[in-house]
DNA sequence: GCGTCATGTGAATCTAAAATCACATCGGAG
DNA sequence: CTCCGATGTGATTTTAGATTCACATGACGC
């Protein structure tokens, strides 16, 4: 055995990282700490030099989570200026995101989550509001630049931007990945695109 | 211990209903055959008088939930005629179906539609399809009599729809109840009614 | 070069819950 | 009333996986 030793800040990320992979083919009743191990080049022991247990890998999958979320909106902000632009961007990278991390809808509907450590639910809740609040400031903006309808709560705006994908995301789950996502998020942005935009004309191609 | 004996048909009902009951609370990794024994009054091997093992018990529960979704959308038709009006009533009947059965959501997400048994996941997606083609068919009969507009994807609108009810629920489950999901419900709706509807003007209140 | 501490291992332990089985009892058919 | 099949029970078996532990070994400071 060609035994590899390396630094823990390096195993807890590599672990995470396993962890979120392993969620978005397994399920979280499926994830074992043996599994985790082998997908990293450790014996399920192994772990434990890193981790406590199951229950703090799954806290830094959710962490690994809100970084990436939070990142998502940091790059659109960099991408583009013009609110609707930034709304539309937002949409496209989410779409990405839940394509390439299956197990982030899983997550947050889990049954972790239900009846699992309570602070995990509170801090997932804490990074939806965070990405929800992140999304809601963008449409703020275009409501005072004029692009977006002002008598529009951004609250409402920004869930139903994310609600275009979350069904999107359950028919591709069962359908294993037949269902075009992209697709039909671009047909849903197109319908909330009009109705929030401050130019009532409506396009029929 | 006063044994009661009851029909097995009887007794299927009252564990698939025990069985959704539970999963309100707990989450299906937990949901165990001693629990819902206890629910209906059962040791764990009484279940197995009634039900081949969990599974088929999971199976019963998914046909539970897809009565009950088709049993919305028919009372609605029966309830009201203008399709608008219809919507809107598919999504309060929805929302609150969502609010009395919790696992709804959990379950279409859960880990068993991932890597469970495939004729279910099959199963669950048919169930859902239908229940999203019953909307469908209210939007087109919509589009047919004018409230609607004609150029709008009924599948498209039908998602939407139902679209608001899942990022409610997840702030919903998140937060523990405290997220009132009836009125950004209803708030979603507005927006998404004026976007859909024939008649182009935007009431702002 | 060498000591020591972090990291890695294999075996063993512990636990929860599903499933099975032999036996008990209810309730309707006759 | 009495028998029999359907229903219910408690004890037991099995399984999967998390966790623990005693021991091994690599890497880094000196």
Known sequence: MAIEKLDTAIRREQIAEA????LGT?????????????QVGLVPAGIYRHFAGKDEVLDAVVELIGQRLAANVHLVR???????????RVLVRHV???????????IIFSDEMVSGNPKRKARVYQIIRGYLAQVSQIVREGQRSGAIRAELNPKVVSMALLGIVLPGAVLW?????QFDVSDHAEQAWNLLRESISSDTKRNSP
């Open 19 to 22: 962890a979120l992979d392993l």
């Open 173 to 177: 789950n069962l359908s294993s990945g």
């Open 96 to 106: 990405r995101f839940i394509q390439e991390n299956r197990a982030v809808p899983r």
């Open 26 to 38: 397994r399920g979280i009743k499926e994830l074992s700490m043996a599994g985790v191990g082998r």
């Open 78 to 88: 960099e991408e583009a200026h013009d609110a609707i632009d930034r709304l539309h």
